[in-house]
């Protein structure tokens, strides 16, 4: 069993920023592909990012705009999600994922986290 606990969802102003986190235990995570997927109130669940195992090679969803970054330290099994310039349509529930594949589809990965909340104030 892999557990994935998630941190750092809040309450932030429009155009503030936020760092997620995600840690696992049970397993380690140095070998499997990591992410994040968010889903909003009425909205289907979203691909955001994901970040490789083997190589340093990360794909992002269109809407970030260049605004967030996923990022991974191995040593602490841990992976993170760095968000700037937020916006109101950002606000949603944020999952972290990992898996032995990549992909953008919410059905292809294996575990979930369950879900951190951000919410983006005017």
């Known amino acids: 069993q892999v557990e994935l606990v998630e941190s750092g969802g809040g309450l932030v102003q429009a155009g503030g920023s936020l760092r997620l986190s995600c840690a696992a235990a049970?397993?380690?995570?140095?070998?499997?592909?990591l992410g994040w997927f968010r889903q909003a109130p009425g909205k289907e669940r979203e691909f955001v990012a994901y970040?490789?195992?083997?190589?340093?090679?990360?794909y992002y969803e269109d809407f970030v705009k260049g605004r967030f970054t996923i990022s991974r330290d191995n040593a602490k099994n841990t992976w993170y999600l760095q968000m700037n310039s937020l916006e109101a349509k950002d606000s949603a529930v944020y999952y972290c994922?990992?898996?032995?594949?990549?992909?953008?589809?919410?059905?292809?990965?294996?575990?979930w986290g369950q879900g951190t909340q951000v919410t983006v104030s005017s």
């Open positions: 994922v990992a898996g032995e594949v990549f992909t953008t589809r919410a059905d292809g990965w294996k575990y």
């Open positions: 049970g397993r380690t995570v140095r070998s499997y592909n």
């Open positions: 970040i490789r195992w083997d190589i340093e090679r990360s």
